[in-house]
């Protein structure tokens, strides 16, 4: 019976009839949390099904679910937020998955397009995680999760470096004896570039005109982009996603001179710099409280001092940044907010464009005052502006349009 089914499909997709629907899993594994939506393919138009995560607060885990326009929560405890491939399994109600694939930051150079992921492949990207130690490393862990609960199911990895692989060498060399590029591999590679690719396609389709563009992927981690013609050209994380921005943790440029200094006067060892550096720097070092900048904004309000000048450090470095790249493009023709800040808060997008007049960039403050998150994509520039779009991010159905022709 199952046989004559499989033949029945099969000749009606040849005989143009019937259209075979595809179900692909899209997984964004974190160490403190596990995204994962589900899309079906019809007729080359993806479809969310539904959406979820399961995530670390405090000392519990959560699983939040949406579906149908509703979303529901409950506690699943340690134990199943190391299971996670067994606890969205049960959530497909027997939908068969036809692909599933993984978010992976870090490809190095090997790795600049989507590939199945099988024994030597894994192997090669297990050599990576000393790059990303935050986010390689649970992610190829919840790979050999999924292989395990989803044995027939193959799986893709989508990488974060991929999209600027169009950077060109003057970009993305360092100052060091080039035999260390060609023997290390020592280079800037970036990150964020699938959320980069997802907002700057949107973007082209809004904007069509535009063609120097600076995306700015604001969130607990952060990144910024130079595109030229829909081409990463520039990118402001380097090597790992320590270098660029401040982030919420991370502390972005640094003199490699004052962290020689510190590792001597600290007697550190380079494991105890990484944790530095990647868990406790950036707002949360500057403000001595919190790396969240809801917090921050909040004790800003109240007189913190340390707070306001985590805040005022963060974009002051921002501001540069656009600065620089608006000259590797020879000028601006729009600029991107994405990610949790940068979809998030209005208060911060008002401060970073704030002064950045003379390269023809201002906010209508009656568009983007109370858009504190925004759902939809929002063009909050004045008419005399070059356009600014305020544009949520979408890393997974990003990873879906990359996957679904494999």
Not at 225 to 252: H, K, N, V, Y
């Amino acid at each position: 019976m199952t046989l004559f089914i499989y033949h029945l499909q099969f000749t009606l997709a040849t005989s143009n009839l019937y259209t075979p629907i595809m179900n692909i899993l899209i997984i964004n594994a974190g160490s403190t949390s596990i995204k994962f939506r589900l899309f079906s393919e019809n007729q080359n138009n993806l479809q969310e099904l539904l959406s979820g995560i399961i995530d670390q607060k405090a000392d519990s885990y959560f699983f939040k679910l949406t579906k149908a326009g509703a979303s529901y929560e409950w506690e699943v405890g340690e134990f199943g937020f190391g299971n996670a491939a067994g606890l969205i399994l049960k959530e497909l109600n027997s939908k068969i998955i036809d692909k599933i694939g993984f978010r992976i930051v870090h490809g190095g150079e090997e790795f600049r397009d989507p590939i199945k992921l099988n024994t030597t492949v894994l192997k090669k990207l297990e050599k990576l995680s000393d790059l990303a130690p935050l986010h390689n490393p649970p992610a190829l862990k919840r790979i050999a999760e999924f292989q395990k609960v989803f044995p027939e199911v193959p799986i893709y990895g989508v990488f974060d470096t991929a999209f600027h692989k169009t950077i060109p060498e003057k970009a993305f060399l360092y100052a060091l004896p080039y035999e260390y590029y060609k023997t290390y591999q020592i280079r800037r590679f970036g990150f964020h570039g699938i959320s980069h690719q997802f907002v700057s396609s949107i973007f082209q389709k809004l904007e069509p005109q535009a063609q120097k563009v600076i995306s700015c992927h604001l969130g607990g981690g952060a990144s910024m982009t130079a595109i030229l013609e829909g081409q990463s050209i520039d990118t402001s994380m380097g090597f790992t996603p320590l270098e660029g921005l401040i982030m919420a943790t991370r502390p972005g440029d640094i003199d490699d001179g004052a962290i020689h200094y510190l590792m001597g006067k600290l007697h550190y060892e380079v494991k105890d710099m990484q944790h530095l550096e990647n868990e406790e720097s950036g707002l949360k070092g500057i403000s001595g409280i919190t790396g969240d900048l809801r917090q921050l904004i909040e004790l800003e309000k109240q007189g913190n001092t340390r707070a306001k000048l985590a805040i005022d450090m963060y974009v002051y470095r921002i501001q540069k940044y656009i600065g620089s790249y608006a000259a590797a493009l020879n000028g601006v023709d729009g600029l991107i907010f994405t990610a949790g800040v940068g979809a998030g808060s209005d208060y911060i997008r008002s401060r970073i464009i704030s002064g950045l007049e003379f390269l023809n960039l201002r906010i209508a403050p009656q568009l983007n005052q109370g858009k504190i998150n925004v759902a939809e994509n929002l063009k909050i520039s004045t008419q005399d502006s070059a356009p600014i779009w305020v544009i949520p991010t979408n890393e997974e159905l990003q990873i879906a349009r990359e996957i679904r022709g494999l």
